[in-house]
């Protein structure tokens, strides 16, 4: 999108980061990098504040005395912990918990973070409205003894809250008329923020559901305490209601699944029917687009044996485990011992979870036939399989599934975010592969063998007159000596690359790179375009 300016104001993981050299784009005007674990004694002076003199440094220092944290900072502390219990949001407390978030932005560009934050009267404040909102929640019979907190629960979810709060201190410029945000989380404040102080347009654009995800990431977490998980929740809660609240669009990556769930989180979940209908109105959905000329079919590199693909890194949310309970099944319990999955991404994402997934590999004896493959290029690795297999629990719009689909392979995927949308022709109700429900390993195995089968009408999609009506009930009643035969039948083998080449048609028409840029620039023209007016109309009246 060369025609917009951007200023980029960037989260990345530590500091290490912004030392490695990325190629920015001309039109680019700036770009300031705001590392949430540094080595800075987390403090924003060295990264955030790079650009800034000694002096400025030096009089926040100075204008950071005790009687500024104790009459101004401390109500702010108090007031984010009582947003961060809060579970019934209302249009009255909207405002409130906005101008918190403000005030705090116009406290740390006067005032210094470090001090602020490491301060003793901080620190005791933090700790002692904690535990007094925990003995009352005790003395209601509200809190289980297992999310009851000890001192350290408490200092490490201050430190957790400050580190997600660091993008506060960035200096937002004051002549921007669009803030764009990568999705609805904590760092989307800064968002909030500048639409309320420079009256800019807020886009929200969700690549998938973070509120969703972070919930299902904190289910699968053994090493963080229940009382800092609900904190880090709450936290979250506070701030995507705010932005849900304050956006001026939204726009999904899926028309599909994903569009409900902002729907809920807009206003629904607090039972505020206006609120949610706001929220609706404000949604755009602009679909995933992909690079469709980077891949292409290459069937002579297709394995000589059944081979289910898959592009996931070995984390929980991809539910990697449900892909391998499905492969026990048509390895051990059907006997099927010609199939093999070949999972391609990164072993470092989750670390416990790839141990956890090599035992489970190991323990059901698939050593053979289930391979984590770690890191591949995508354009390599698609072309050898039959099948493509996503098992996620929760998604955006899943590009793999498209590019899977370029290649010219069906799609057995788990009915998640917009995934139904990228395999599917929702109009007339064709699926290229087949869709099955989260965490159901049996019926995302038996889904596998009736695209490798080509069973079950799916014959017919590729060939409306064909007369054959198997069904993988029948084959199964024969026995593996059958499924087998079907799937090595060379008839089987071609109309299952053409079931692909249609999905491949499919992805082609409607998921194009250039289709997307496109209306992600029409959609930052029209909240230019409507900030310009805003301000046309506010000066002529005035």
Known sequence: MDRIRWTA?????????????????RNITSIRYLPLWDNDFSSPNENVYRDHDYLSLRRKTQATRDNVIQSIFLPMVKLLIQGMVETKFTEDNLDRYEKLFIDFYLYFQKCDWSISCNHKKTQNCWLKTWLEYCEKELGKGNALSVEMPTVSDIDMLF???????????????????VFHASHHGVQAIIGVVAKALYKSRLIIWD???????????LCYSDTMPRFIQNGFVGLTRLITWLVFSKADYVTPCTSIQNVTWEEWLGGKKYHNQRKMIETREKIYPIVNG?????????PERENPNPMAIMLSHISSVKDIHNAIYAANIIVNKMN?????????????????????????????????????????????????????????????????IGEAGLCG??????????????????????????IVPPQKPN??????????????GLKQIVNKKSKDTTTLEELIKKGPEAIEARMMNEETKEQRRELGLLLRKRTIEKFSITRYWRQHEQLLWLGHLSNKREKYMNNFSS
């Open 9 to 25: 104001i960037v989260e990345v993981g530590g500091a290490e980061l912004i030392q490695r050299d990325y190629q920015i784009e």
């Open 159 to 177: 430190s957790l809250t400050t580190r997600l709060l660091l993008p506060i201190t960035a200096e937002i410029p004051k002549k921007i008329s």
């Open 207 to 217: 690549h998938g559901i973070l509120w969703r995800e972070r919930l299902f990431g």
């Open 290 to 298: 992909m690079n469709v000329a980077k891949f292409n079919p290459q």
């Open 336 to 400: 099927i011992r010609s199939y093999t999955l070949h999972i391609y991404g990164s072993l470092q994402k989750d670390p416990n979870y790839t141990t956890e997934t090599l035992n489970l590999i190991s323990s059901l004896n698939l050593t053979e036939h289930v391979i984590l493959k770690g890191l591949g290029n995508p354009s390599n690795v698609l072309p050898t399989g039959w099948v493509f297999v996503n098992s996620s629990i929760t998604e955006g719009l899943p590009l793999a």
């Open 409 to 434: 392979l069906p799609v057995v995927c788990t009915d998640v975010g917009g995934s139904r949308e990228v395999v599917s022709d929702l109009k007339n109700n064709i699926v290229y592969g087949n």
């Open 443 to 456: 019926q995302l195995a038996q889904a596998q063998l009736r695209v490798l089968c080509m069973t079950d």
